[in-house]
């Protein structure tokens, strides 16, 4: 299949995460939850920065050294072997395919493609600070900071899987949208439809984004295309907890008011509220709110809060 007929997600992800064997001892970090399950709607771009650099298989390791050139990715029997430059640069070279991502999930705990929380050494050996980032990630997430980014590993925490998956969503339609030159109203009606999606993970956002919208006539297209799509993303890397959700999940149900009766409508409260106590998991109230769907005013329907990602990859099930 080629690419254009190819409809998945592009996203871009740590070659080693699928299952190849490209890491500096020659083993793998295969992520059956990205290969088998993210794979049917994700098409993914894979990259190994170290063996795109020139770097055998297997070959030494390295790591993030503080020094006085600032954080350095250097061999670690070896100081004098420096890649961080090479895999910095890597970013340039490979921009044409990483402009197309809508997403990349990154192997944690390289000094190449490690996106959060990594340690720095001291050139003595002890760790000087955990808060360094791969060289090739830190590039790649310094030229798209809109881009959804996440660790294989922090996938295996529910409500952080939830929101990449959600934010991939979120930012693969914005693009779409962009892609079609939209208009100032098509901007408000996309802002529509992912209010409550925003509304649950940031009260703040939902209301900053509000008020640009209110005040887009006075703006260049240009201008509001890139505060919007700033504070959006921004917003939707909140992870949404319980009182967000059930703040969005109100909202929806206020439309439902005139078109339940009350024995409905008790229901509704009553699970809400079991989910907002920690009882049962989102996907409860969600379900019934889907289930009102053909009730509700066209505007209810159009909300990505009752479907924002495949329901076959269950992730309101376990937030
Ligand atoms: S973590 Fe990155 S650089 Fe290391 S083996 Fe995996 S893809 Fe290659």
Not at 180 to 206: G, T, V
């Amino acid at each position: 299949m080629s690419e254009s007929q190819d409809l998945r997600i592009p996203v871009g992800i740590s070659r080693c995460l699928l299952g190849e064997e490209v890491r500096y001892n020659g083993g793998h970090k295969l992520s059956r939850f990205c290969r088998d399950q993210l794979s049917k709607w994700f098409r993914y771009v894979d990259t190994c920065p170290e063996v795109e650099i020139g770097l055998p298989v297997p070959r030494k390791a390295m790591r993030l050294v503080a020094t006085d050139r600032g954080t350095r990715v250097l061999q670690i029997d070896d100081d004098s072997k420096d890649f961080t430059d090479a895999l910095a640069g890597l970013a340039e070279q490979k921009k044409d395919s990483l402009e197309r991502l809508c997403g990349f999930i990154f192997m944690q705990k390289s000094p190449s493609c490690g996106a959060f929380r990594m340690k720095v050494y001291h050139p003595k050996g002890h760790i000087d600070s955990t808060d360094g980032r791969g060289a090739f990630a830190e590039q790649v997430m310094l030229r798209y900071p809109n881009l959804p980014v996440e660790e294989a590993g922090r996938l295996m925490d529910a409500p952080l899987r939830e929101n990449f998956v959600t934010r991939v969503f979120v930012y693969q339609e914005w693009r779409e949208l962009l892609r079609c030159e939209p208009r100032k109203k098509d901007i408000i009606e996309f802002h529509s439809r992912h209010k409550y999606l925003l509304l649950a993970r940031s009260q703040r956002h939902y209301k900053l984004l509000g008020r640009l919208l209110a005040r887009a006539g006075n703006l260049s297209m240009a201008t509001l295309v890139q505060r919007y799509e700033t504070l959006l993303m921004d917003g939707m890397r909140r992870v949404a907890g319980r009182a967000g959700n059930t703040n969005a999940l109100q909202h929806m149900q206020g439309y439902l008011k005139k078109v339940l009766n009350s024995e409905q409508k008790a229901e509704l409260v009553q699970l809400i509220d079991s989910y907002r106590k920690g009882e049962v998991p989102m996907i409860v109230p969600l379900t019934l709110l889907r289930h009102y769907e053909s009730l509700a005013p066209d505007y209810y329907r159009r909300q990505k809060l009752l479907a924002p990602h495949p329901k076959e990859l269950g992730l309101y099930n376990e937030v």
